[in-house]
C-alpha cells in the first residue's frame, strides 16, 4: 500500500493520505467541522451588495415618502 504522510488541513494531525477516506481530512469529523465553516461563512456572506446608485434611489424614496407626510399637515 502506497504511504504519504500529510497535515490534516483542520486538526493538523500527520496522516497517512491513502488510508483515509475522508482525505484530505484524517477523518470524517475533520471533513465535517471543514464543511461547517464553510456553510457558515458562505452564510455571512450578503447574497446581494447595494451599489451606490441603488443606496441613493432608496434614499430618494425615502426622503420623498418623508415629504409627501410632511405635507398632509
Ligand atoms: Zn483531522
Known amino acids: 500500500m502506497k504511504k504519504l504522510e500529510v497535515k490534516c488541513p483542520q ?13 484530505p481530512f484524517c477523518c470524517e469529523r475533520c471533513r465535517l467541522i ?10 455571512t ?4 451588495k447595494l ?8 434614499e430618494q424614496l425615502v ?3 418623508n415629504k409627501d407626510e410632511n405635507d398632509s399637515y
Open 11 to 23: 486538526c493538523n494531525k500527520k496522516f497517512n493520505y491513502y488510508s483515509s477516506e475522508f482525505r
Open 34 to 43: 471543514d464543511f461547517g465553516q464553510w456553510m457558515s461563512e458562505s452564510y
Open 45 to 48: 456572506v450578503p447574497a446581494h
Open 51 to 58: 451599489s451606490e446608485e441603488e443606496i441613493q434611489s432608496l
Open 63 to 65: 426622503h420623498e415618502k
